[in-house]
């Protein structure tokens, strides 16, 4: 099992960025493949991006591709994601997840989620 707490949110212009940082305890942290979902108001939740228990592979939602990276470390017990360019349509409460295994895990639904953090982009 695996516990997550997200960070770094807040409010920010458009075109600015802001990087995205979710803690994850437990020793297994590299066991797990990650990834980070969004809800915006009124909206289902969407995914936005995943990695690999390695960090080798990842996916990214054609709606951010280009703008947003993900990325872990995994001595850190920690994923990232770093958001460039952001756009008044990206204010939404940024989830983290994880899914023990292979990414696909976390695509198809991850079993594991953290509190959220939320993000505004003011344009």
């Known amino acids: 099992q695996v516990q997550l707490v997200e960070s770094g949110g807040g409010l920010v212009q458009a075109g600015e960025s802001l990087r995205l940082s979710c803690a994850a305890s437990?020793?297994?942290?590299?066991?797990?493949?990650m990834g980070w979902f969004r809800q915006a108001p009124g909206k289902e939740r969407e995914f936005v991006a995943a990695?690999?228990?390695?960090?080798?592979?990842?996916n990214v939602a054609d709606s951010v591709k280009g703008r947003f990276t993900i990325s872990r470390d995994n001595a850190r017990n920690t994923v990232y994601l770093q958001m460039n360019s952001l756009k008044s349509e990206d204010t939404a409460v940024y989830y983290c997840?994880?899914?023990?295994?292979?990414?696909?895990?976390?695509?198809?639904?991850?079993?594991?989620w953290g509190q959220g953090t939320q993000v505004t982009v003011s344009s």
């Open positions: 437990g020793r297994t942290f590299s066991s797990y493949s």
């Open positions: 997840a994880g899914d023990e295994g292979p990414l696909w895990g976390v695509l198809r639904g991850p079993a594991y």
């Open positions: 990695i690999s228990r390695n960090g080798i592979i990842t």
